[in-house]
């Protein structure tokens, strides 16, 4: 009787949300809950997919995000959605996330595709209605092969999936030259030209 007293009473703790206080430190396991008298139905609801982000860069690549950092709702729920536009030419570059990846094209026309740890690469070209998953971790990008634009949604499974490409990891940030020489066989002019395109600095 007592442990059923007890698991009763743990069962009314359960709550059916926990909207990030984003005013607090994000750890492993998410944000903290927010005080539940403040929590309104706009901690539900994101609006920041409607429009594009800026493509001005590079790749002719934007992307408008809703994690959790954007939309608190998201705070536990193991899921969000990116919102991707490519210019003619664009390119999402190889890149990486913590979880699966799931795309499903608006428009246009884009050959996506992974390389897995085999070195096995599989792509296909996608048109509008296709979509194509991407397994966690493995390396992937997306590339506009059509004459138009592309409007692409990509969801992950998780709230904070996480990004890392490969070209920014290493030409914008701080590795000194000599050791990307080392780990990508590139020569100095070559990491040079990268690193003043990217923003890298050394």
Same mark, same amino acid.
């Not at 409607?50 to 959790?68: D, L």
């Given at each position: 009787?007592?442990?059923?007293?007890?698991?009763?009473?743990?069962?009314?703790? !359960?709550?059916?949300?926990?909207v990030g206080d984003l005013s607090q430190p994000d750890g492993p396991a998410g944000y903290p809950c927010k005080?539940?008298?403040?929590?309104?139905?706009?901690?539900?609801?994101?609006?920041?997919?409607?429009?594009?982000?800026?493509?001005?860069?590079?790749?002719?690549? @934007?992307?408008?995000?809703?994690?959790?950092?954007?939309?608190?709702?998201?705070?536990?729920?193991?899921?969000?959605?990116?919102?991707?536009?490519?210019?003619?030419?664009?390119?999402?570059?190889?890149?990486?996330?913590?979880?699966?990846?799931?795309?499903?094209?608006?428009?246009?026309?884009?050959?996506? @595709?992974?390389?897995?740890?085999?070195?096995?690469?599989?792509?296909?070209?996608?048109?509008?209605?296709? !979509?194509? !998953?991407?397994?966690?971790?493995?390396?992937?990008?997306?590339?506009?092969?059509?004459?138009?634009?592309?409007?692409?949604?990509?969801?992950?499974?998780?709230?904070?999936?996480?990004?890392?490409?490969?070209?920014?990891?290493?030409?914008?940030?701080?590795?000194?030259?000599?050791? !990307?020489?080392?780990?990508?066989l590139l020569d100095d002019a070559q990491i040079n030209k990268l690193k003043k395109l990217l923003g890298g600095?050394?």
């Amino acid at each position: 009787m007592f442990s059923f007293l007890v698991s009763l009473s743990c069962a009314t703790i !359960i709550s059916d949300y926990c909207v990030g206080d984003l005013s607090q430190p994000d750890g492993p396991a998410g944000y903290p809950c927010k005080d539940p008298a403040k929590v309104t139905v706009d901690d539900f609801v994101y609006s920041g997919l409607r429009v594009a982000a800026s493509s001005a860069n590079p790749f002719k690549f @934007g992307a408008n995000n809703a994690t959790v950092t954007q939309f608190p709702g998201l705070n536990g729920m193991d899921i969000s959605i990116t919102r991707a536009d490519l210019d003619v030419g664009g390119v999402v570059p190889l890149h990486t996330h913590r979880v699966a990846e799931l795309i499903i094209i608006i428009q246009g026309t884009v050959i996506g @595709g992974f390389i897995d740890t085999k070195n096995t690469a599989y792509y296909k070209t996608l048109s509008k209605g296709d !979509i194509m !998953i991407f397994p966690p971790t493995l390396l992937h990008f997306q590339i506009n092969v059509g004459s138009t634009p592309v409007l692409a949604y990509a969801t992950f499974a998780s709230e904070n999936p996480g990004f890392q490409a490969v070209d920014l990891a290493l030409f914008r940030s701080s590795l000194p030259s000599e050791l !990307i020489e080392k780990v990508t066989l590139l020569d100095d002019a070559q990491i040079n030209k990268l690193k003043k395109l990217l923003g890298g600095t050394n």
